[in-house]
Protein backbone atom coordinates (compact mmCIF):
# COMPACT_ATOMS: atom_id res chain seq x y z
CA UNK A 1 0.00 0.00 0.00
CA UNK A 2 1.10 3.61 -0.72
CA UNK A 3 1.56 6.00 1.84
CA UNK A 4 -1.41 8.31 0.61
CA UNK A 5 -3.41 4.99 0.70
CA UNK A 6 -2.71 4.18 4.37
CA UNK A 7 -3.08 7.56 5.51
CA UNK A 8 -6.83 7.45 3.69
CA UNK A 9 -7.20 4.20 5.69
CA UNK A 10 -6.62 5.95 8.77
CA UNK A 11 -8.22 9.19 8.14
CA UNK A 12 -11.30 6.91 7.54
CA UNK A 13 -10.71 4.75 10.99
CA UNK A 14 -10.35 8.54 12.73
CA UNK A 15 -13.62 9.99 11.36
CA UNK A 16 -15.63 6.49 11.45
CA UNK A 17 -14.87 5.30 14.62
CA UNK A 18 -12.21 6.50 17.18
CA UNK A 19 -13.56 10.16 16.88
CA UNK A 20 -17.00 8.88 17.49
CA UNK A 21 -15.85 6.92 20.60
CA UNK A 22 -15.30 8.47 23.88
CA UNK A 23 -12.00 9.19 24.76
CA UNK A 24 -11.85 6.46 27.35
CA UNK A 25 -12.43 3.59 25.21
CA UNK A 26 -10.71 5.42 21.72
CA UNK A 27 -7.59 6.01 24.00
CA UNK A 28 -6.85 2.82 25.22
CA UNK A 29 -8.20 1.16 21.91
CA UNK A 30 -5.70 3.25 19.82
CA UNK A 31 -2.79 2.39 21.99
CA UNK A 32 -4.07 -1.66 22.47
CA UNK A 33 -3.52 -1.39 18.77
CA UNK A 34 -0.20 0.21 18.56
CA UNK A 35 0.82 -2.54 21.27
CA UNK A 36 -0.52 -5.26 19.18
CA UNK A 37 0.18 -4.59 15.53
CA UNK A 38 3.76 -5.04 14.08
CA UNK A 39 3.24 -1.45 12.40
CA UNK A 40 7.20 -1.25 12.85
CA UNK A 41 8.03 -4.16 10.50
CA UNK A 42 6.56 -2.05 7.81
CA UNK A 43 9.38 -0.07 5.93
CA UNK A 44 6.50 2.12 4.84
CA UNK A 45 6.28 4.14 7.50
CA UNK A 46 10.27 4.84 7.60
CA UNK A 47 12.04 7.06 5.69
CA UNK A 48 16.05 6.22 5.68
CA UNK A 49 17.98 9.05 4.37
CA UNK A 50 21.31 10.19 6.09
CA UNK A 51 20.75 13.84 4.77
CA UNK A 52 18.26 14.17 7.31
CA UNK A 53 19.99 12.99 9.88
CA UNK A 54 21.11 16.08 12.62
CA UNK A 55 22.91 16.10 16.36
CA UNK A 56 21.07 17.01 19.44
CA UNK A 57 23.22 17.43 22.32
CA UNK A 58 26.07 15.67 20.59
CA UNK A 59 23.60 12.41 19.92
CA UNK A 60 23.15 11.66 16.09
CA UNK A 61 19.76 11.46 15.21
CA UNK A 62 18.40 9.54 11.56
CA UNK A 63 16.31 12.60 10.98
CA UNK A 64 15.20 15.38 13.34
CA UNK A 65 11.88 13.97 14.18
CA UNK A 66 10.61 13.57 17.36
CA UNK A 67 7.87 11.59 19.49
CA UNK A 68 6.64 14.24 22.31
CA UNK A 69 6.55 12.46 26.15
CA UNK A 70 3.24 10.63 26.58
CA UNK A 71 3.42 6.85 26.48
CA UNK A 72 5.97 5.20 29.00
CA UNK A 73 5.03 1.68 28.05
CA UNK A 74 8.09 -0.04 26.59
CA UNK A 75 5.69 -1.79 24.05
CA UNK A 76 4.51 1.22 22.99
CA UNK A 77 7.69 2.96 22.84
CA UNK A 78 9.77 0.25 20.89
CA UNK A 79 6.88 0.19 17.86
CA UNK A 80 7.52 3.96 18.03
CA UNK A 81 11.13 3.68 17.43
CA UNK A 82 9.88 1.70 14.21
CA UNK A 83 7.91 4.51 12.47
CA UNK A 84 9.92 6.80 10.89
CA UNK A 85 11.13 9.39 14.51
CA UNK A 86 14.74 10.00 14.40
CA UNK A 87 14.17 9.68 18.04
CA UNK A 88 11.24 8.77 20.50
CA UNK A 89 10.50 10.63 24.13
CA UNK A 90 9.74 8.15 27.21
CA UNK A 91 7.15 9.68 29.64
CA UNK A 92 8.05 11.61 32.56
CA UNK A 93 9.09 9.51 35.36
CA UNK A 94 8.57 10.06 39.31
CA UNK A 95 10.76 8.85 42.29
CA UNK A 96 7.51 6.89 43.43
CA UNK A 97 4.87 5.26 41.45
CA UNK A 98 1.69 7.69 40.77
CA UNK A 99 -1.92 6.89 39.91
CA UNK A 100 -2.25 10.09 38.36
CA UNK A 101 -5.54 11.64 37.93
CA UNK A 102 -8.68 10.43 37.81
CA UNK A 103 -10.70 9.77 34.68
CA UNK A 104 -11.88 12.00 32.88
CA UNK A 105 -8.65 13.20 32.41
CA UNK A 106 -8.01 13.56 28.69
CA UNK A 107 -10.48 15.04 26.13
CA UNK A 108 -10.81 15.98 22.77
CA UNK A 109 -10.52 19.68 22.18
CA UNK A 110 -11.92 21.02 18.51
CA UNK A 111 -10.47 24.34 17.52
CA UNK A 112 -10.77 26.29 13.32
CA UNK A 113 -7.09 25.21 13.70
CA UNK A 114 -7.85 21.47 13.67
CA UNK A 115 -8.28 18.79 16.02
CA UNK A 116 -6.01 18.75 19.92
CA UNK A 117 -6.37 17.82 23.05
CA UNK A 118 -6.55 18.12 27.08
CA UNK A 119 -5.21 16.74 29.58
CA UNK A 120 -5.30 16.26 33.30
CA UNK A 121 -2.78 12.89 33.10
CA UNK A 122 -1.03 14.31 36.52
CA UNK A 123 1.83 11.60 35.92
CA UNK A 124 0.62 8.22 35.91
CA UNK A 125 3.91 6.45 35.91
CA UNK A 126 5.11 3.25 37.58
CA UNK A 127 7.57 4.90 39.73
CA UNK A 128 11.49 4.93 39.06
CA UNK A 129 12.32 1.61 40.28
CA UNK A 130 9.90 -0.22 38.14
CA UNK A 131 10.72 1.94 35.11
CA UNK A 132 14.53 1.00 35.18
CA UNK A 133 13.90 -2.54 34.94
CA UNK A 134 11.47 -1.87 32.33
CA UNK A 135 13.90 0.49 30.41
CA UNK A 136 16.97 -2.07 31.06
CA UNK A 137 14.50 -4.40 27.93
CA UNK A 138 14.45 -2.03 25.76
CA UNK A 139 16.57 -1.47 22.42
CA UNK A 140 17.44 1.61 20.96
CA UNK A 141 16.47 0.92 17.24
CA UNK A 142 16.35 5.12 17.12
CA UNK A 143 17.80 7.19 20.20
CA UNK A 144 15.85 7.05 23.24
CA UNK A 145 14.56 10.55 25.40
CA UNK A 146 14.43 10.16 29.36
CA UNK A 147 12.25 12.37 31.02
CA UNK A 148 12.03 13.29 34.77
CA UNK A 149 9.65 15.21 37.03
CA UNK A 150 9.64 15.75 40.80
CA UNK A 151 8.62 18.09 43.51
CA UNK A 152 12.21 18.85 44.45
CA UNK A 153 15.78 19.33 43.55
CA UNK A 154 16.47 15.97 45.04
CA UNK A 155 13.63 14.60 43.34
CA UNK A 156 15.18 14.95 39.85
CA UNK A 157 18.62 14.39 40.98
CA UNK A 158 17.57 11.44 42.28
CA UNK A 159 15.54 10.15 39.04
CA UNK A 160 18.02 11.74 36.44
CA UNK A 161 20.49 9.78 37.75
CA UNK A 162 18.62 6.60 38.04
CA UNK A 163 17.40 6.92 33.96
CA UNK A 164 19.86 8.23 32.32
CA UNK A 165 21.91 4.94 32.22
CA UNK A 166 18.97 4.14 30.30
CA UNK A 167 18.47 7.27 27.91
CA UNK A 168 20.55 8.32 24.79
CA UNK A 169 19.17 12.17 26.25
CA UNK A 170 17.78 13.15 29.70
CA UNK A 171 14.58 15.52 29.61
CA UNK A 172 13.56 17.70 32.49
CA UNK A 173 9.71 18.11 32.33
CA UNK A 174 9.54 21.41 34.63
CA UNK A 175 6.06 22.53 32.59
CA UNK A 176 3.49 19.92 32.91
CA UNK A 177 0.25 21.91 34.23
CA UNK A 178 -1.30 19.05 35.39
CA UNK A 179 0.39 18.97 39.00
CA UNK A 180 0.84 22.01 40.81
CA UNK A 181 4.08 20.88 42.37
CA UNK A 182 5.51 20.74 38.50
CA UNK A 183 3.71 23.72 36.85
CA UNK A 184 5.27 26.02 39.80
CA UNK A 185 8.62 25.60 38.98
CA UNK A 186 8.85 28.02 36.19
CA UNK A 187 7.72 30.84 39.40
CA UNK A 188 10.88 29.95 40.79
CA UNK A 189 14.06 30.45 39.13
CA UNK A 190 15.89 30.75 42.01
CA UNK A 191 15.28 27.02 42.79
CA UNK A 192 16.18 26.39 39.10
CA UNK A 193 19.17 27.19 39.51
CA UNK A 194 19.87 24.78 41.86
CA UNK A 195 17.98 21.83 40.46
CA UNK A 196 20.02 22.59 37.09
CA UNK A 197 23.29 22.25 39.09
CA UNK A 198 21.78 19.12 40.69
CA UNK A 199 20.63 17.42 38.06
CA UNK A 200 24.32 18.47 36.07
CA UNK A 201 26.14 17.03 38.89
CA UNK A 202 24.11 13.67 38.21
CA UNK A 203 25.04 12.62 34.74
CA UNK A 204 27.50 13.50 31.68
CA UNK A 205 24.38 12.78 29.07
CA UNK A 206 23.03 15.56 27.01
CA UNK A 207 19.60 17.51 29.27
CA UNK A 208 17.37 18.79 27.40
CA UNK A 209 14.96 21.62 29.98
CA UNK A 210 11.16 21.58 28.40
CA UNK A 211 9.84 24.65 29.29
CA UNK A 212 5.94 25.83 29.13
CA UNK A 213 4.55 28.37 26.89
CA UNK A 214 2.51 29.92 29.69
CA UNK A 215 6.06 31.75 30.88
CA UNK A 216 7.58 33.32 28.07
CA UNK A 217 9.12 36.11 29.69
CA UNK A 218 10.39 34.31 32.61
CA UNK A 219 11.38 31.41 29.79
CA UNK A 220 13.90 33.81 28.33
CA UNK A 221 14.76 35.99 30.63
CA UNK A 222 15.76 33.59 33.75
CA UNK A 223 14.81 29.72 32.95
CA UNK A 224 17.00 29.62 29.75
CA UNK A 225 20.15 31.35 30.89
CA UNK A 226 20.24 29.50 34.34
CA UNK A 227 20.17 26.17 32.10
CA UNK A 228 22.90 27.44 30.03
CA UNK A 229 24.98 28.71 32.96
CA UNK A 230 24.35 25.57 34.61
CA UNK A 231 25.84 23.19 31.21
CA UNK A 232 22.32 22.57 29.94
CA UNK A 233 22.23 23.38 25.98
CA UNK A 234 18.96 21.89 25.13
CA UNK A 235 15.50 23.87 25.46
CA UNK A 236 12.37 21.77 24.38
CA UNK A 237 9.97 24.68 23.57
CA UNK A 238 7.22 23.35 24.82
CA UNK A 239 4.80 21.47 26.84
CA UNK A 240 0.59 21.88 26.85
CA UNK A 241 -0.72 25.58 27.85
CA UNK A 242 -2.47 25.28 30.93
CA UNK A 243 -6.54 26.07 30.21
CA UNK A 244 -9.66 25.38 32.13
CA UNK A 245 -11.99 22.38 31.02
CA UNK A 246 -15.08 21.56 32.99
CA UNK A 247 -15.35 18.17 30.84
CA UNK A 248 -12.25 17.31 32.99
CA UNK A 249 -11.92 15.54 36.70
CA UNK A 250 -9.48 18.74 37.86
CA UNK A 251 -11.16 21.01 35.70
CA UNK A 252 -8.28 22.11 34.10
CA UNK A 253 -5.64 20.82 31.60
CA UNK A 254 -2.87 21.22 28.99
CA UNK A 255 -3.80 21.88 25.85
CA UNK A 256 -2.75 20.50 23.23
CA UNK A 257 -2.84 20.52 18.86
CA UNK A 258 -2.52 23.09 16.32
CA UNK A 259 -4.04 25.28 18.30
CA UNK A 260 -0.72 26.09 19.89
CA UNK A 261 1.25 26.20 17.28
CA UNK A 262 1.53 29.64 16.25
CA UNK A 263 2.89 30.01 19.63
CA UNK A 264 5.08 27.50 19.48
CA UNK A 265 6.11 28.95 16.16
CA UNK A 266 7.14 32.47 17.78
CA UNK A 267 8.47 31.10 20.81
CA UNK A 268 11.05 29.33 19.18
CA UNK A 269 12.36 32.37 16.91
CA UNK A 270 12.63 34.19 20.00
CA UNK A 271 14.90 31.79 21.85
CA UNK A 272 16.82 31.58 18.56
CA UNK A 273 17.19 35.57 18.38
CA UNK A 274 18.12 36.06 21.85
CA UNK A 275 20.56 32.97 22.35
CA UNK A 276 22.08 32.39 19.33
CA UNK A 277 23.88 29.10 18.56
CA UNK A 278 24.55 28.14 21.57
CA UNK A 279 20.97 26.73 22.53
CA UNK A 280 19.61 23.47 20.76
CA UNK A 281 15.79 24.01 20.56
CA UNK A 282 13.49 21.31 19.94
CA UNK A 283 9.86 22.49 18.80
CA UNK A 284 6.68 21.03 20.20
CA UNK A 285 3.37 22.55 20.21
CA UNK A 286 0.87 21.77 17.91
CA UNK A 287 2.86 20.06 14.54
CA UNK A 288 0.20 18.31 12.88
CA UNK A 289 1.19 18.79 8.92
CA UNK A 290 4.41 18.46 7.14
CA UNK A 291 4.41 22.05 6.57
CA UNK A 292 4.48 22.72 10.20
CA UNK A 293 7.18 20.93 10.88
CA UNK A 294 9.45 22.55 8.28
CA UNK A 295 8.34 26.28 9.31
CA UNK A 296 9.52 24.88 12.54
CA UNK A 297 13.00 24.00 11.71
CA UNK A 298 12.94 27.03 9.35
CA UNK A 299 12.17 29.28 12.66
CA UNK A 300 15.42 27.97 14.22
CA UNK A 301 14.93 24.46 15.72
CA UNK A 302 17.11 21.74 15.68
CA UNK A 303 14.55 19.28 15.94
CA UNK A 304 10.66 19.07 16.23
CA UNK A 305 8.12 17.10 18.06
CA UNK A 306 4.88 15.98 18.22
CA UNK A 307 2.33 13.79 20.57
CA UNK A 308 -0.67 14.97 19.93
CA UNK A 309 -0.87 14.62 15.92
CA UNK A 310 0.05 11.02 16.42
CA UNK A 311 -3.09 10.20 17.52
CA UNK A 312 -5.16 12.61 15.71
CA UNK A 313 -3.36 12.72 12.42
CA UNK A 314 -1.92 8.83 12.55
CA UNK A 315 1.28 6.69 12.28
CA UNK A 316 2.03 7.92 8.67
CA UNK A 317 2.27 11.55 9.60
CA UNK A 318 6.13 10.84 10.50
CA UNK A 319 6.83 9.56 7.50
CA UNK A 320 4.77 12.71 5.32
CA UNK A 321 7.35 15.04 7.00
CA UNK A 322 10.44 12.53 6.26
CA UNK A 323 9.22 13.05 2.42
CA UNK A 324 8.56 16.87 2.92
CA UNK A 325 12.05 17.06 4.45
CA UNK A 326 14.11 14.98 1.66
CA UNK A 327 11.72 16.65 -1.13
CA UNK A 328 13.44 20.00 -0.30
CA UNK A 329 17.06 17.96 0.94
CA UNK A 330 17.76 17.95 -3.05
C1 LIG B 1 -2.15 12.83 27.30
C2 LIG B 1 -0.85 13.59 27.32
C3 LIG B 1 0.14 13.25 28.24
C4 LIG B 1 1.35 13.95 28.26
N1 LIG B 1 2.32 13.58 29.17
C5 LIG B 1 3.50 14.26 29.19
C6 LIG B 1 4.54 13.89 30.09
O1 LIG B 1 4.47 12.93 30.84
N2 LIG B 1 5.66 14.65 30.09
C7 LIG B 1 5.84 15.73 29.27
O2 LIG B 1 6.89 16.38 29.29
N3 LIG B 1 4.87 16.08 28.39
C8 LIG B 1 3.72 15.38 28.33
N4 LIG B 1 2.75 15.75 27.44
C9 LIG B 1 2.98 16.93 26.57
C10 LIG B 1 3.49 16.54 25.19
O3 LIG B 1 4.70 15.82 25.25
C11 LIG B 1 3.70 17.80 24.30
O4 LIG B 1 4.72 18.60 24.88
C12 LIG B 1 2.44 18.64 24.20
O5 LIG B 1 1.31 17.81 24.06
C13 LIG B 1 2.49 19.63 23.03
O6 LIG B 1 2.77 18.97 21.80
P1 LIG B 1 1.60 18.46 20.80
O7 LIG B 1 0.71 19.63 20.50
O8 LIG B 1 2.34 17.94 19.62
O9 LIG B 1 0.89 17.36 21.53
C14 LIG B 1 1.55 15.04 27.38
C15 LIG B 1 0.55 15.39 26.45
C16 LIG B 1 -0.63 14.68 26.39
C17 LIG B 1 -1.68 15.07 25.39
Redesign the pocket.
Known sequence: MTVAALDRAYAALDRFLLSRLPERVAIPMGQWGLRLLPLDRLPVFRRDDPRLAVTLGGVRLPNPLIL???Y?DTAILRRAMGLGFGAV?A??ITRNPRPGHPQP??VRAWSPEGP??V?C?G?H?PGLAAYRRDLARLPHRVPLIV?A?GESAEEYAEVVAGLAPFGDLV?L?I??PNTKLVYEWSRKPAELERLFRAVRAVTDKPLIV?VSPDFREMNEDAIVPAALAAGIGIV?A???RRIDEPRLSQKAG?L???A??SATLDNVRRLRTRFGAQLEIIA?????APDKALAALDAGANAC?????FVTRGPLLARRILDALAARAR
Do not use: R
Not at 305 to 309: D, E, H, K, P, Q
Open positions: SSQYTKSNVGLNNFNAAENSSKNGNTGSGPIFTGGIDAYFTA
